[in-house]
DNA sequence: CGGCATCCCAGGTGATACTG
DNA sequence: CAGTATCACCTGGGATGCCG
């Protein structure tokens, strides 16, 4: 699957400022497999883009969200996206 | 290496309606093989991003350069730079 | 010059089972 | 629930050599 298309999918999840569990991350994007979407959000999160917040609960909660510099890339993004409409035919 | 960055390299040589021949985009990213370039270019023209000039002559020569498309692409990119640029830490 | 064919291997992936 | 561990597979990608 190409790993690298799977970070933007799951930035598309958690722009606007969505806070996601791990498993909530599971159901949305059902064609990742669980050791990719970890390794993937690792990376994020390694990159400064995404925060992962523990609960010291039981059972265990796990909460992903974007940090601030994160969600400063959706501009960006979108306008990447507007480019991908204008697509001229196929 | 990961595949995916070679395209941006590759549009970043090209943009500003830039025309390379095959061994001058070669010269161009001294860290990609030929194989990889060729690969990248052939999906980017798949892709209606980069048009492929071959010009029937002997020896042979082949151009590369952006199409209308694939230039109205700059903007999008610019703004992903600028947002990296903006990276808080390290 | 430009680029396809072949060989070959590292490591990326998915499936499965287990744990705090 | 949210992972980690293990393993076997298989494809991506480099190196090399040949062709129009």
């Given at each position: ?32 497999s669980q ?20 609960h010291p ?11 601030d510099w ?21």
């Amino acid at each position: 699957m190409l790993e690298g298309k799977w970070k933007l999918v799951i930035l598309f999840h958690l722009f606007g400022g969505r806070v996601l569990r791990f498993s909530e991350l599971e159901r949305a994007i059902p064609a990742i497999s669980q050791k990719m979407l970890i390794q993937q959000l690792r990376q994020l999160e390694s990159d400064g883009i995404v925060r992962r917040i523990v609960h010291p609960e039981v059972p265990p909660r796990v909460e992903y969200r974007l940090t601030d510099w994160g969600q400063s890339l959706c501009p960006a993004l979108d306008a990447l996206l507007q480019w991908a409409e204008r697509r001229p035919d196929a």
